[in-house]
């Protein structure tokens, strides 16, 4: 997959990105439990060993094991025996949502003009239980385990996040111009820095060497229209954003919204008319889930 600018004279957005932004390295977890997946005499004992070194993941395993999905009739206590339930690429992912809390999640208290980390991080948790729930509704993702939809809504404004650690001045500046025109943060980061947080996003994925399909949707959540791979997932990803936006629940101050395309809607697999009903067990969820913040 080639990352290129829309601007002719750019060099490629891996290369640009990776000249002008720090992007943070992969968690040790996932670097760990990469190494094991990778070999093919790693057993479940093997993967849980690694899992077991980080309580955080841990937790989020037993959690997720234990949750209505699974259906199972007695609770899950061992990571060993949750790694076996839910298989190695679940587990993955898992690792990957606990593991990118605690790298990116620790500057919740600052603050800025137009920028809040707690709203933000409300607005990516949000987007991921509407992505879940939105699935789920759909048959068009009959065959994909839930959990997977809520990680990329989790993670797709994750560029963002990085645009403010690694270039604050510039973004802060980016994000003042999107709350005074109306204009898209995107638009703006288009024109100033020659990609968009969506770009820096999807070349942390590649680095991270997290799956193609939550890369490729994070890159193009913006514009699912030209995810030439999953399309249907990318406008989930976006119907989800803009819906948890209208819900009070935006990534930044005065992000604006736009209306429900019906072809979107066609493309994600659900009516209109079904979506009141969704965003109200989605809101049910997110506020009995124990949301960090």
Not at 81 to 99: D, E, R, Y
Not at 174 to 192: F, K, V, Y
Not at 224 to 233: I, M, Q, S, W, Y
Request: glycine content about 6%; charged content about 20%; some cysteine.
């Amino acid at each position: 997959m080639a990352l290129t600018s829309d601007k002719q004279s750019s060099p490629s957005i891996l290369d640009l990105i990776n000249k002008t932004l720090e992007l943070p390295t992969i968690p040790h977890v996932l670097v760990k439990l990469n190494e094991v997946l990778a070999d093919p005499e790693s057993s479940a004992d093997d993967v849980a060993q690694v899992i077991s070194l980080d309580p955080a993941v841990s937790t989020n395993i037993l959690r997720i094991v234990n949750s209505a999905y699974y259906g199972l009739q007695v609770r899950v206590s061992s990571v060993n025996l949750a790694v076996s339930i839910m298989g190695f690429n679940m587990t993955k992912k898992v690792a990957l949502k606990a593991a990118v809390f605690s790298v990116f999640a620790k500057d919740k208290e600052r603050s800025f003009t137009n920028f809040d980390p707690k709203n933000f991080w409300q607005h990516s948790i949000f987007s991921g239980v509407l992505a879940r729930v939105l699935g789920q509704g759909s048959s068009n993702f009959s065959g994909v385990h839930p959990e997977d939809l809520y990680i990329c809504g989790l993670l797709h404004d994750i560029g963002k996040i990085i645009l403010l650690e690694s270039a604050c001045d510039t973004f802060e500046g980016i994000l003042n111009q999107a709350a005074t025109s109306g204009r898209p943060c995107d638009e703006i980061e288009q024109e100033e820095l020659g990609y968009t947080h969506a770009d820096v996003g999807s070349v942390l994925a590649i680095k991270w060497f997290l799956p193609e399909d939550l890369t490729i949707a994070i890159r193009y959540h913006h514009a699912p229209d030209r995810d030439p791979f999953h399309k249907t997932l990318s406008s989930l990803i976006f119907l989800a954003e803009q819906l948890a936006i209208r819900e009070g629940k935006p990534p930044y101050a005065k992000a604006p919204t736009h209306e429900i395309d019906p072809a979107l809607l066609e493309t994600v697999g659900l009516a209109e008319e079904d979506l009141d009903a969704l965003v109200a067990k989605a809101s049910e969820e997110f506020l009995g889930s124990g949301t960090p913040w």
